[in-house]
């Protein structure tokens, strides 16, 4: 039994345009996870990462006729709103959720690959830094930094993070890292493409929190 195989994304079209309510759906699996992690540290993350998916949702369920894609809301918005745009309601939101999905991707693929620290094979502290500098420290100020070093030491052993990955069936690691494989190939060119998106429109902003 494998969480990921359970909510993988789907095959995207030629044109890569991202199925608002599909994603909106996949997404969704994302935060309960954190309550698998076992610190507290995690609820703050959690609930991040729940209010961008409410926010999008909410944008969504306006008009799902209008909001087929993600695309289709986030230039709506930028005929809504063309002075706070980007920074401004679902745009806004999936400009960070995104990051945050990158995190896991890279996280997961960094497991996927082998990578670890030799001296502690069953901590997964240098997968969570690589994802950390890659997809969310730029945006963070010296605050959000520190949150980030608390959650380092808190994040579960790699048996443990696998374990929860199964359900919490005991599974042999090698079994694990094939289902993530699996996992990472749809969920990567959808993230991808989000990205894509945002870089396309225009609508990627830098500043830090
Ligand atoms: C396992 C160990 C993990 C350690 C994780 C360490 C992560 C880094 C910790 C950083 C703390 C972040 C705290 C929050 C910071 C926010 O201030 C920041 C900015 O927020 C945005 C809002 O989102 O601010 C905007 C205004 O400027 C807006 O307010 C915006 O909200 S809006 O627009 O909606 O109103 N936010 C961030 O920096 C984003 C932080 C994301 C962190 C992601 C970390 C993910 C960790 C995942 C670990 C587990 C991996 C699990 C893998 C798979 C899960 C399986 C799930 C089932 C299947 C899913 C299918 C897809």
Not at 99 to 114: E, K, N, P
Not at 138 to 157: E, R
């Amino acid at each position: 039994m494998s969480l990921l195989l359970d909510n993988q994304f789907k095959e995207l079209p030629p044109d890569k345009a991202i199925d608002t309510k599909l994603f909106l759906e996949t997404v969704s699996h994302i935060p309960s996870f954190f309550d698998c992690l076992g610190s507290n540290v995690f609820s703050v993350i959690k609930s991040d990462i729940n209010g961008n998916i409410v926010k999008i949702k909410a944008v969504y369920l306006k008009d799902p006729a209008k909001y087929v894609t993600l695309q289709d809301i986030v230039e709506a918005e930028r005929e809504a709103h063309p002075a706070e745009w980007p920074k401004v309601g679902a745009t806004l939101a999936l400009m960070w959720l995104k990051r945050g999905l990158r995190f896991i991707q890279i996280l997961l693929q960094s497991l996927a690959d082998g990578e670890r620290d030799e001296e502690n094979p069953n901590l997964i502290r240098v997968n969570v830094t690589k994802a950390y500098e890659q997809a969310l420290k730029k945006y963070h100020g010296w605050l959000v930094q520190k949150i980030f070093i608390v959650a380092l030491h808190a994040a579960p052993y790699k048996s443990n993070f696998l374990k929860a990955l199964s359900k919490g069936e005991e599974v042999k690691e090698e079994d694990c890292l094939a289902n993530v494989r699996q996992f990472l190939v749809t969920y990567t060119v959808t993230v991808d493409a989000v990205y894509d998106m945002y870089s396309n429109l225009n609508a990627e902003l830098d500043y830090t929190v």
